[in-house]
T-cell receptor
Framework: DTAVSQTPKYLVTQMGNDKSIKCEQN?????MYWYKQDSKKFLKIMFS???????INETVPNRFSPKSPDKAHLNLHINSLELGDSAVYFC?????????????FGEGSRLTVL | GQQVMQIPQYQHVQEGEDFTTYCNSS?????IQWYKQRPGGHPVFLIQLVKSGEVKKQKRLTFQFGEAKKNSSLHITATQTTDVGTYFC??????????FGAGTTVTVRA
């Protein structure tokens, strides 16, 4: 079983559309994250949830809205997609939000905005 | 802004040679983690260092945490084609959120 799974793996869409990426972890972890990796491979944290509560909300356009229905799921909804949103989006989870939390990443969702 | 700096950005290595990638922070880190991302893949956790001056080894990989807990290094000996990928360090300044370095992308010449 995949520990952190995200869908879809690939997403090609037009500017202005709205799209969602889903993430699920079966590790029993309390904390989940969304990271954005641009073409230069830089990993930038977007959001983090601990037990369904938002704990990290970086400077991200409010077109991006995370939702955590339970601690095993963290979804990302993006409104009015722009060209600059093209990137690979990684979901991750960790057992703890603090010092000891190694991250387990999903396989990524490659978003291409045309 | 980016709190954890990593150099070099690219490393082209002849198979069999050694190389080192470095990670530096302006503030003390509570711990440092290293991840590897293969081309087309996702970051995978390699190791975590917590103590000042700590050194850990995984086969041909040697990880070091500086005495001041502001820098770290990853040294790979006898590079193989399986070492291709991007290596990220990630540190927690002041127990705050994990901050990733920009990564060192390694290519290997056979």
């Amino acid at each position: 079983d995949t520990a952190v799974s995200q869908t879809p793996k690939y997403l090609v869409t037009q500017m202005g559309n709205d799209k969602s990426i889903k993430c699920e972890q079966n590790l029993g972890h309390d904390t989940m994250y969304w990271y954005k990796q641009d073409s230069k491979k830089f990993l930038k944290i977007m959001f983090s949830y601990n037990n369904k509560e938002l704990i990290i909300n970086e400077t991200v356009p409010n077109r991006f809205s995370p939702k955590s229905p339970d601690k095993a799921h963290l979804n990302l909804h993006i409104n009015s997609l722009e060209l600059g949103d093209s990137a690979v989006y990684f979901c991750a989870s960790s057992q703890e939000a603090g010092v000891a939390g190694e991250l387990f990443f999903g396989e990524g969702s490659r978003l291409t905005v045309l | 802004g980016q709190q954890v700096m990593q150099i070099p950005q690219y490393q082209h290595v002849q198979e069999g040679e050694d190389f080192t990638t470095y990670c530096n922070s302006s503030t003390t880190l509570s711990n440092i983690q290293w991840y590897k991302q293969r081309p087309g893949g996702h970051p995978v956790f390699l190791i975590q260092l917590v103590k000042s001056g700590e050194v850990k080894k995984q086969k041909r990989l040697t990880f070091q945490f500086g005495e001041a807990k502001k820098n770290s290094s990853l040294h790979i000996t006898a590079t193989q084609t399986t070492d291709v990928g991007t290596y990220f360090c990630a540190g927690r300044p002041n127990d705050y959120k994990l901050s990733f370095g920009a990564g060192t992308t390694v290519t290997v010449r056979a």
